[in-house]
């Protein structure tokens, strides 16, 4: 077997090789258009900064169509256990009120009582006043508490359910998601992409290599034979 045997498989090789490593470079570079004496260079910049704002919509379609839609945004945030944070929280607010409301009363009743504007003399009878007052605001305070909480909460809630539909469907997300593609810096968005899919990448340049020795002994095969 002749050495010129192994050239076109080598050279196939090669140029396979550095063909696929090229392509994939020029997915991103150059960042930026490319000139000469004031003419365009074809391909410059790269195919995603060229075609960045498709890339960016088309991405943004697919996650508010079928990543993130109306319904599934809906179901995560009644998976999310809001109903019951929700009691929590009115109740917080409901009991802050009422203990400021019923604190004014108490304190407006025995001012009124210790400064004679109720007819009760005598110490003994005003401590008891106070303790049945106290008793009674009480007892008030605990059903006052009671009946705001359920009627808050389920107006609260029923609200919300109304509401959330309407409020998830202003959610801009595909512009969101476009004006995020478009802030992100080209070079990082390469590390990004390349990144992730390093290995397959490499894969496919080895493939590149492999086919162009593959063709390159069929050329030599062919040219011995013939």
């Known amino acids: ?102 604190e004014d009363i108490r304190k407006t009743i025995k001012e009124g009582i210790s400064l004679g504007k109720i007819n009760i003399k005598g110490t003994l009878i005003i401590t008891a006043v106070d303790k049945l007052l106290d008793k009674a605001i009480d007892n008030l305070k605990q059903k006052l508490k009671r009946k705001l909480i359920e009627k808050a909460s389920d107006k609260i809630e029923k609200h919300i359910e109304e509401e959330l539909p309407i409020m998830i469907s202003q959610l801009k997300i595909r512009e969101m998601v476009i004006e995020t593609f478009m802030e992100i810096d080209i070079k990082t968005l390469e590390k990004i992409v390349l990144g992730f899919s390093e290995d397959q990448l490499k894969y496919i340049t080895y493939i590149g290599a492999f086919l162009g020795f593959l063709i390159g002994i069929i050329q030599s095969i062919y040219m011995n034979i013939f």
């Open 1 to 102: 077997m002749e050495p010129d045997f192994f050239i076109p498989p080598i050279l196939g090789a090669f140029i396979g090789y550095i063909t696929n490593w090229l392509a994939i470079k020029m997915l991103f570079r150059p960042y930026e258009p490319k000139y000469i004496l004031g003419i365009h260079i074809p391909f410059t910049p790269g195919l995603i900064p060229r075609r960045r704002k498709e890339i960016a919509e088309a991405i943004a379609k697919t996650i508010e169509e079928h990543i993130l839609p109306q319904e599934k945004l809906i179901k995560l945030f009644e998976d999310s256990n809001y109903k019951q944070r929700l009691h929590k929280r009115v109740e917080l607010v409901i009991d802050d009120l009422i203990e400021s409301i019923i």
